[in-house]
């Protein structure tokens, strides 16, 4: 892939990416520089290699900031990011220079709504803890008291964020017959008429009710450690916490705490508070089950995300309005 050029027409991708995904990029006439690796380049490569570009296609692990966008230059118009979060970017510098900012939402709500649903599944019928009882070779046969689990039936469940991916959550776990809370913004009529679920608008009081809370905000300055110390501890004991949607919404280092004196029952998260790090208190406790940010990772999703990130560079470049815009550049 050529590097030359800044003649409007070249799109920097930070990572290597299945040649099918770019192509329409490629019959659009456009000028790809791949960043041909699976990890996320350095600052330093990144803010080198964006020079003179006028699209880029950035993923989670990319800081989108004013140091960026300013290494790229004036000719830059269209940043897309391979995420619906965005918060990797900086809106304002964005605005400030004129660069448009695109995701890639909607696509990816059910695959993400799925995994958090597999977390709580793993977490409240113990599957971590039984798996390995097998693979320890020490399981002696069927017990009656052996590895007991939570029943979702009937359970109270929390959900903080009720957005796309929040509201899917939400109809997954009430197929299971859990009992709905939310807990965002604004009510929303339209859960409470098709799921029977509640608004609460006081997040320590519906914290304070909730056996199970599964969190679907996104990460901003009023969201950041959401779930800290004190906010953990009122959940009754015995409850268990979902997180597929930013680390830092929880304070970690709290979290731990919660779990290693066993006021949680268990924690099932995808994403950490300083990915790709993982607390090391996580990693030694059996009642915690863990992914590597995997909400969106299925074969169609990507796909389907990819299409919306080459349609928005393509519009953008083309001097039309993605459908996909986030914020007005
Ligand atoms: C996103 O796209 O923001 C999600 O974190 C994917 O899991």
């Known amino acids: 892939m050529s590097r030359a050029g800044s003649d409007g027409r070249r799109v920097v991708v930070t990572r290597a990416l299945p040649a099918a995904w770019l192509a329409p990029l490629a019959e659009a006439g456009l000028e790809l520089d791949v960043i041909d690796q699976h990890e996320a380049p350095s600052t330093a490569e990144l803010h080198e290699r964006v020079r003179g570009a006028s699209?880029?296609?950035?993923?989670?692990?990319?800081?989108?900031?004013?140091?960026?966008?300013?290494?790229?230059?004036?000719?830059?118009?269209?940043?897309?990011?391979?995420?619906?979060?965005?918060?990797?970017?900086?809106?304002?510098?964005?605005?400030?220079?004129?660069?448009?900012?695109?995701?890639?939402?909607?696509?990816?709500?059910?695959?993400?709504?799925?995994?958090a649903m597999a977390l709580l599944l793993a977490l409240a019928r113990r599957l971590r803890e039984g798996e390995a009882l097998l693979r320890s070779?020490?399981?002696?046969?069927?017990?009656?008291?052996?590895?007991?689990?939570?029943?979702?039936?009937?359970a109270r469940v929390l959900v903080v964020g009720p957005g796309r991916i929040g509201s899917a959550f939400a109809r997954r776990v009430r197929a299971f017959g859990a009992r709905v809370t939310y807990h965002g913004r604004r009510a929303r009529p339209e859960l409470d008429e098709e799921l029977g679920a509640r608004f609460e608008p006081d997040l320590e009081a519906a914290l304070a009710r909730s056996e199970v809370v599964s969190l679907h905000a996104p990460l901003t300055d009023a969201t950041y450690h959401l779930l800290d110390a004190r906010r953990l501890r009122l959940l009754p004991p015995g409850a268990l916490v979902v997180n597929t949607a930013r680390g830092p919404l929880i304070d970690e280092a709290a979290l731990v705490d919660a779990l290693r004196d066993a006021h949680l029952g268990g924690a099932g998260l995808d994403v950490f508070e300083r990915e790709p790090q993982v607390h090391s208190g996580l990693l030694e406790l059996p009642n915690v089950v863990m992914l590597p940010h995997l909400g969106s990772a299925t074969r169609g999703t990507r796909q389907t995300m990819a299409a919306l990130v080459t349609d928005a560079i393509t519009a953008v470049l083309r001097g039309a309005r993605p459908a996909n815009l986030v914020g007005d550049p």
């Open 137 to 154: 070779g020490r399981w002696a046969g069927w017990g009656p008291q052996q590895l007991l689990g939570f029943d979702l039936d009937g």
């Open 55 to 115: 699209a880029l296609w950035v993923m989670l692990g990319d800081r989108v900031d004013a140091a960026l966008l300013d290494a790229a230059g004036p000719q830059l118009r269209v940043v897309a990011t391979f995420s619906v979060g965005v918060d990797h970017v900086d809106l304002a510098a964005c605005r400030e220079r004129d660069v448009a900012l695109a995701n890639t939402p909607e696509v990816l709500t059910n695959a993400t709504a799925d995994l």
